[in-house]
């Protein structure tokens, strides 16, 4: 397993952008594929972006597709969220997490970080 950190969660206003990062600890981060989760208060936790354990590949929720950018630096351990246009519904706790199988089902990723709040204002 891995384990993971996020940053770069904050307040934005609505329409605004914030870039979150997800920093990987252990040598076998580029064997995983990775995914961004979020999870708004009193809702269960929702896919939200995933990418292939070489960058090749992605894969977007609707409601975010056109808006948010999943990547990943092997040679730093770190997976990015690039989050633009934001939205109030946007608003969520928001998760990264590592998975060997090319899945959006939560229970198949092994491991989480602790999360970064990303708050949208209208």
């Known amino acids: 397993q891995v384990q993971l950190v996020e940053s770069g969660g904050g307040l934005v206003q609505a329409g605004g952008s914030l870039r979150l990062s997800c920093v990987a600890s252990g040598r076998t981060f580029s064997s995983y594929h990775m995914g961004w989760f979020r999870q708004a208060p009193g809702s269960e936790r929702e896919f939200v972006a995933r990418?292939?354990?070489?960058?090749?590949?992605?894969y977007y929720a609707v409601s975010v597709k056109g808006r948010f950018t999943i990547s990943r630096d092997n040679a730093k351990n770190t997976v990015y969220l690039q989050m633009n246009s934001l939205k109030p519904e946007d608003t969520a706790v928001y998760y990264c997490?590592?998975?060997?199988?090319?899945?959006?089902?939560?229970?198949?990723?092994?491991?989480w970080g602790q999360g970064t709040q990303v708050t949208a204002s209208a």
């Open positions: 990418i292939s354990f070489s960058g090749s590949t992605t």
């Open positions: 997490a590592a998975a060997q199988r090319w899945t959006t089902n939560e229970n198949d990723y092994e491991s």
